[in-house]
């Protein structure tokens, strides 16, 4: 019940029990309809009236405080971020580090101002931030871009906090213990928005993601490893939507997808790792759909697949690896319709075909063809343009067709 409705109720019960009161003072009590207290003297029936004014003063005064209480808090919150927040810009590390726990400690004070804590959080990472200097000095760093239509030139100047890069991964932490299934108080459902952020490392280990929106749009990931082994996707989203992997890891390594999606829409792969070795696929969606590889690697390597669709749909391989080495397909579906093969290797070594698909088109069966040749078939299917293969035998029947 919102404030302003008790507020009403409270008054409107005061108003109600005050006319009831004068109703009784005020009737020749006879015995027919409505209450009986004819046999009440005027002595009885002031007291009883004054108890019904009492009690509802009481439960107007009540709401009253209940007021003054959520007034107060409201003003403790709202300098307890102020406070906070000016941690997070000091120049000193060790008192932004306080400040991230302060704010923390304010999320989980304040459930209903839970989700402004964590954007705050969330903001801090999305500043302007370069690898090299996280872990040194003070630094500023200048980017010259000239408009090839105007040959305008513009000079973009950033500069950097010292010893920023424990700072941020403090907050990762943080995150990431609020996320996990025994943790205090569960943060598990908001949104955590890290577009444009660049990452040169951060643990979501063993993080459950059942709700809500996770946001690497935009994200660079340049060097060190960003950690998601072991995490649940039960629902909700992660988006590397035009994310630029040029280094460092993101490792899904034994994680557990069972709703939601995870989707590298347009991203960009020119090295690096994303690594899903042992991941489970029970249900939801991986999306490459439109990414580019010139380089780096997609390790599927003994992945299993029992629900769910991993979509290369339209991407582009120029250079880089995906390797489902040893992965098992027990129902799924992995999708490389019009996908471009310009280079780069994809490899099914020893992986299992129990159940699912693996649906290709004819002209991309000649660069598939040698690493689908060492598939075990146990009832799973490739689906070739419409051709469906569920043997090493058929498979063979169809590259002279492809050739």
């Not at 008054?11 to 005020?26: D, H, N």
């Not at 649940?232 to 460092?248: T, Y």
């Not at 693996?358 to 690493?371: F, I, K, N, Y």
Request: proline share 2%; net charge negative.
């Amino acid at each position: 019940m919102s404030l302003r409705i008790a507020t009403i109720l409270s008054l409107a019960t005061f108003v109600l029990v005050a006319l009831g009161a004068v109703y009784i003072l005020g009737r020749p009590w006879q015995h027919g309809w409505g209450l009986d207290v004819g046999y009440l003297s005027w002595k009885d029936r002031l007291l009883y009236a004054g108890g019904l004014v009492t009690l509802s003063g009481a439960l107007v005064a009540l709401v009253v405080n209940y007021r003054k209480q959520l007034a107060a808090e409201a003003g403790q919150f709202t300098a307890g971020f102020a406070d906070a927040a000016r941690q997070l810009g000091d120049q000193a590390p060790a008192v932004r580090i306080a400040g991230v726990y302060a704010l923390a400690t304010l999320a989980d004070r304040h459930p209903g101002r839970r989700q402004q804590c964590i954007d705050a959080l969330c903001g801090y990472l999305r500043l302007p931030y370069h690898p090299e200097a996280g872990a040194g000095h003070l630094a500023e760093r200048s980017t010259e871009t000239t408009d090839t239509k105007t040959h305008v030139k513009t000079i973009d100047r950033r500069s950097y906090r010292a010893d920023d890069r424990e700072v941020r991964l403090t907050i990762i932490r943080t995150i990431r213990d609020h996320l996990r299934p025994h943790a205090a108080v569960s943060w598990q459902g908001h949104d955590l928005d890290f577009t444009g952020a660049t990452f040169d490392g951060g643990d979501f280990t063993q993080a459950v993601f059942s709700g809500g929106t996770v946001n690497f749009e935009g994200a660079e990931f340049s060097a060190g490893t960003v950690n998601f082994e072991g995490a649940e996707f039960s629902g909700g989203a992660v988006n590397f939507r035009r994310a630029e992997f040029s280094g460092g890891t993101v490792d899904f390594r034994r994680a557990e997808f069972s709703g939601g999606t995870v989707d590298f829409w347009v991203a960009v792969f020119s090295g690096g790792t994303v690594n899903f070795a042992e991941a489970k696929f029970f249900a939801g969606t991986v999306n490459f759909r439109w990414a580019k590889f010139s380089g780096g690697t997609v390790n599927l390597v003994a992945a299993e697949f029992s629900g769910g669709t991993v979509h290369f749909g339209v991407a582009k391989f120029s250079g880089g690896t995906v390797n489902f080495g040893w992965a098992e397909f027990s129902g799924g579906a992995v999708d490389f319709e019009r996908a471009e093969f310009s280079g780069g290797t994809v490899h099914f070594e020893e992986a299992v075909l129990a159940g699912g698909e693996v649906r290709a088109e004819r002209e991309q069966l000649a660069v598939l063809a040698p690493t689908l040749a060492n598939i075990t078939w146990a009832g799973g299917r490739l689906n070739v343009g419409g051709a469906v293969v569920t043997s090493e035998e058929e498979l063979r029947r169809l590259l002279p067709s492809t050739q």
